[in-house]
């Protein structure tokens, strides 16, 4: 394949593998990358939103040419029953900023930018290459890589797996166990078209302004999930995903769950017209901190989904996966500025760096709601409907008084989940939080 | 090897809806003859593997009329869903494709 003997071989081109092939080729490393898509983001899937801090601290002027969607100004949450939705907005003309903070962005585009900028900088970059396995020297360092580009190999004094979720190489490596049902959700998203002045009108927007909708309810049909919707420049990403082990447990299909969403009465009016041109699924770590599997060795590094950097509650996980390639690259940069190894001992430096990061503090933060939303279905389901109810009882104007609609409220809540119920909710819930 | 755009022969069942019709929409490279996911020989499915009729987001998945699970990778979006679900039966083997084959995002 290519003879030559590399500083660093980077598995995958996503944001996690950029990060770090970018920051290793900026310091002036040789670094061979390999994807295995046609193009980089062609097997690449994300919600998307591009958070600007991450992506600042590797490419500061990224938005002089980085293919941005929209910068977003509003956020919505919103709980749903089946005929309505309850809901949070937080609208500011002060995201209306010289940086924005939070851009909607399609990967496929946004990666083969990245991936531009990674080979400016002086990396090498293969694709349609598949890597099959790690190799190693008898006493079981990592040297390289072999490929199915005929069989072809490749030597480097580190590999870092930025592979994805789907971390094959890693895995059967034995670098870390297959992913669990319960520890990663199966998302599939659709990509609505429609005219910017449509979108515009629609979502109440201006020139690049972009709302951001994430939901929860009865749309998941009792399993443990979220939904989402995005407004693009020209389109809308439209999503729905839930954990695999409620998917393989449940009769419902991804694709029927999204069609229902699609259809909810708060979602249709705002797709109305719109002609989809992708259907795409993928999975997403969702495990946690107590899921990060073991991140270095002799000769190899993780970074991103392949690690499980994923911040589920936030909707976060390409911003972890860019800060853990650049920190992996920097960790592996200044080994090589002091003539150290790539061993085990030498890169437990990445390790501590995270842990100074916003990445590791955040997961450990919320290492018990993984298992708090897996056990507690009520909070998709009952929760929902019952804000729902509350909220109609209140509003409707009907001649009863409101002495009586509080009463009714309070029933419906201790009717549905009993007293104790509510309180352990709140209490396990606050644990699981703090 | 051919361009194709068309894939999934399973159907939601309550809602009906077709994913041949979403698919449909997607890019693929066939690399023809060399399935990457195959379902290994049995004689009755486990409960993982069945499931994989309504879990895989693609409708790849189908039971003949013996009883087996059968497998069309034509439309596979290359998620995972199906080799994290029968882990533990290993009752498919799944790869990636080979390098340029399989789905080709354009948006993603």
Redesign the interface.
Known sequence: MIEQRFDAIVVGAGPSGNAAAYTMATAGLKVLQLE???YP??????G?ILYASALEKIIPDFRDDAPLERHVIEQRLWTMDDASHVGVHYRSSDFNEERPNRYTI????F?KWFSRRVRDAGAILL????VTELLRDPAGRVIGVR???DGGTAFADIVVLGEG??G?VGQRSGLRP????DN?A?A?K??HFLPRETIESRFNLKQDEGVVIEAMGTITAGMTGTAFLYTNQE?I?IGIGCL?SD???N??????LL??FKNHPSIKPLLENAE????????IPEGGYNAIPELYGDGWIVVGDAGQFVNAVHREGSNLAMTTGRIAGETIVALKQRHQAMSKANLAEYRRRLDETFVMKDLKKYRKIPAFLHRNKQIFGLYPKLFAGAAQTWLRVDGIDKRTKEKEILKSFRKGRTLPGLIGDAFNFARSWR | MTMIAKAGT?E????G?K?AD??F??RY?VDAGRPHIKVRPHDKPSK?LL?LT??C???CYSLNDTGQVEISVDGC?????C???T?KTGEIE???????F???????
């Open positions: 295995r898509g046609e983001g062609s097997k690449n899937v994300q998307a399609l990967r496929a585009q990666d694709c349609e290459t598949t490929t199915d580009r979720v789907n094959l297959e992913l669990k049902p990663v199966l599939v659709e990509m389109s990403s695999v998917f393989a447990e009769q419902q299909t991804p694709y029927g069609e229902a989809c041109k992708e259907y795409v699924a993928h999975l | 399973a939601a069942g309550s809602a809806i994913v979403k698919l929409q997607n490279l993982a499931s309504h879990t987001p693609a409708g979006v290359e998620c995972g869903t080799r994290v679900v882990a799944w790869n990636y494709p080979r390098g340029g399989g789905v080709l995002f354009k948006f993603g």
